[in-house]
């Protein structure tokens, strides 16, 4: 019921809405109206100027972290399927974002993140495989600014990665990278139980 009441009373756009209805025709996932409602307010609250995408459904997160970042802010999305860029293109167009607000990397992302500035960017929203998870956090703190957040969609699998039983390549991988994540030094996790489960990693400020 609570999450029923906060899809349903969460501020919107047409662009939005139209991001959302395009994205289920193609079987994409996208970030829930509750996910969306915290990278708005991460954007926001880190005063983001530097934004990451890695998703198919960039238009729809990155709609979400537009929206409460500062004029000056710019989103990168990373996706290397072009049609799902053109899609958001669009989509950023039609919601008055100017090009410049916007870039597109049509490539896959363990294979652009080194080429993108260190500590830089505020916040990184970040769907892939659990395959790729540990890689692609390994690849994308050093690029976060202190006090930056990454948040990895669906990285809990909701919650098989606990059933000892499970066993196949993608679980094991998820509850691998749980682990790795664990264990990393001069970041802050939380797991919350927003979509499949999401890992938000908050780099520390240095004392």
């Given at each position: 019921?609570?999450?029923?009441?906060?899809?349903?009373?969460?501020?919107?756009?047409?662009?939005?809405?139209?991001?959302?209805?395009?994205?289920?025709?193609?079987?994409?996932?996208?970030?829930?109206?509750?996910?969306?409602?915290?990278?708005?307010?991460?954007?926001?609250?880190?005063?983001?100027?530097?934004?990451?995408?890695?998703?198919?459904?960039?238009?729809?997160?990155?709609?979400?972290?537009?929206?409460?970042?500062?004029?000056?802010?710019?989103?990168?999305?990373?996706?290397?399927?072009?049609?799902?860029?053109?899609?958001?293109?669009?989509?950023f167009r039609s919601?008055?974002?100017?090009?410049?607000?916007?870039?597109?990397?049509?490539?896959?992302?363990?294979?652009?993140?080194?080429?993108?500035?260190?500590?830089?960017?505020?916040?990184?929203?970040?769907e892939v495989s659990?395959?790729?998870?540990?890689?692609?956090?390994?690849?994308?703190?050093?690029?976060?600014?202190?006090?930056?957040?990454?948040?990895?969609?669906?990285?809990?699998?909701?919650?098989?990665?606990?059933?000892?039983?499970?066993?196949?390549?993608?679980?094991l991988a998820a509850?691998?990278?749980?682990?790795?994540?664990?264990?990393?030094?001069?970041?802050?996790?939380?797991?919350?139980?927003?979509?499949?489960?999401?890992?938000?990693?908050?780099?520390?400020?240095?004392?």
């Amino acid at each position: 019921m609570l999450r029923e009441y906060i899809e349903s009373t969460n501020p919107s756009s047409e662009a939005l809405d139209q991001a959302i209805a395009e994205a289920k025709e193609v079987g994409l996932n996208t970030p829930d109206a509750m996910t969306g409602q915290l990278l708005q307010t991460l954007a926001a609250t880190t005063a983001a100027q530097g934004l990451v995408a890695i998703t198919p459904a960039a238009d729809v997160a990155g709609l979400y972290m537009l929206a409460g970042a500062s004029d000056k802010s710019v989103l990168t999305c990373i996706d290397p399927e072009p049609e799902h860029q053109q899609r958001a293109k669009a989509i950023f167009r039609s919601a008055g974002y100017p090009g410049q607000r916007v870039r597109f990397l049509p490539s896959r992302p363990l294979e652009v993140l080194g080429r993108l500035a260190k500590n830089s960017y505020q916040v990184i929203y970040a769907e892939v495989s659990p395959i790729d998870l540990s890689a692609l956090v390994d690849a994308a703190l050093p690029l976060l600014s202190e006090g930056g957040v990454l948040l990895l969609a669906d990285a809990l699998l909701d919650g098989t990665i606990s059933d000892s039983s499970r066993i196949d390549r993608d679980t094991l991988a998820a509850r691998e990278a749980d682990e790795h994540i664990l264990a990393l030094e001069g970041v802050v996790v939380a797991r919350l139980p927003l979509g499949a489960g999401l890992t938000m990693i908050t780099k520390c400020h240095k004392s």
